[in-house]
Nanobody, 128 residues
Framework: QVQLVESGGGSVQAGGSLRLSCAAS????????MGWFRQAPGKQREGVAG????????YYADSVKDRFTISQDNAKNTVYLQMNSLKPIDTAMYYC?????????????????????WGQGTQVTVSS
């Protein structure tokens, strides 16, 4: 099994920044892709950003492109999500996911998959 632990959420005013971390443990050799998803109350879970660990290819939802940056630290089995210029619409529970999806090479990685491993989530609240 794979365990994912997120940290770094919190409350911030619009225009501010936060950095989320997701540390993976367990059978990490199974992980080829890691990503961040979010879910606001009453809405479906949506993919925000992802990274294919071999090669470091990154993928972003249009809504966060140029504001969010995903990165990896292979030595720590950790991925980060740097979130800048935050907006109230970014308010949601943010979940880390990891897995071995088909080799899409495109934003299909950001569709939630049942076979992804999921973290417990960390709340991000952006006030206006």
């Amino acid at each position: 099994q794979v365990q994912l632990v997120e940290s770094g959420g919190g409350s911030v005013q619009a225009g501010g920044s936060l950095r989320l971390s997701c540390a993976a443990s367990g059978y990490t050799y199974r992980i080829k892709f890691m990503g961040w998803f979010r879910q606001a109350p009453g809405k479906q879970r949506e993919g925000v950003a992802g990274i294919y660990l071999s090669g470091g290819y990154t993928y972003y939802a249009d809504s966060v492109k140029d504001r969010f940056t995903i990165s990896q630290d292979n030595a720590k089995n950790t991925v980060y999500l740097q979130m800048n210029s935050l907006k109230p619409i970014d308010t949601a529970m943010y979940y880390c996911a990891a897995g071995d999806p088909p080799l899409y090479g495109d934003n299909r990685y950001l569709s939630p998959r049942q076979d992804y491993y999921w973290g417990q989530g960390t709340q991000v609240t952006v006030s206006s």
